[in-house]
């Protein structure tokens, strides 16, 4: 079993910048590969972006090209999310999630651990 737990999120101001952290424990299985996604109210869960095992690889939604960076460091386990120019529609939960095939893939289901999610509002 992995354990994936989210921080990082809170309230922030249009155009600010948050660094969400995904801190795992547990047994990990390596090379996997760690995705974000963030959810709304009546809405499906929407990818966010993905990184590789070793991190050379990264893939972002459109929607976040140019204003989010996703990192990791196998040392400590931890997978980040580093948000700038913030608008309100990137209010939402942000969960990390982690496949343990090694894919580099947006679809939800292909991910086999979860955390619990941490909230992102963005205010106007």
Same mark, same amino acid.
């Given at each position: 079993?992995?354990?994936?737990?989210?921080?990082? #999120?809170?309230?922030? +101001?249009?155009? $600010?910048?948050? !660094?969400?952290?995904? =801190? &795992?424990?547990?047994?990990?299985?390596?090379?996997?590969?760690? #995705?974000?996604?963030? +959810?709304?109210? $009546?809405?499906? !869960?929407?990818?966010? =972006? &993905?990184?590789?095992?070793?991190?050379?690889?990264?893939?972002?939604?459109?929607?976040?090209?140019?204003?989010?960076?996703?990192?990791?460091?196998? =040392?400590?386990?931890?997978?980040?999310?580093?948000?700038?120019?913030?608008?309100?529609?990137?209010?939402?939960?942000?969960?990390?999630?982690?496949?343990?095939?090694?894919?580099?893939?947006?679809?939800?289901?292909?991910?086999?651990?979860?955390?619990?999610?941490?909230?992102?509002?963005?205010?106007?």
């Amino acid at each position: 079993q992995v354990q994936l737990v989210e921080s990082g #999120g809170g309230l922030v +101001q249009t155009g $600010g910048s948050l !660094r969400l952290s995904c =801190a &795992a424990s547990g047994r990990t299985f390596s090379p996997y590969t760690t #995705g974000w996604f963030r +959810q709304v109210p $009546g809405k499906e !869960r929407e990818f966010v =972006a &993905a990184i590789t095992f070793r991190g050379d690889i990264t893939y972002y939604a459109d929607s976040v090209k140019s204003r989010f960076t996703i990192s990791r460091d196998n =040392a400590e386990n931890a997978v980040y999310l580093q948000m700038t120019s913030l608008n309100p529609e990137d209010t939402a939960v942000y969960y990390c999630a982690a496949d343990k095939f090694g894919r580099l893939t947006p679809t939800t289901r292909a991910y086999d651990y979860w955390g619990q999610g941490t909230q992102v509002t963005v205010s106007s």
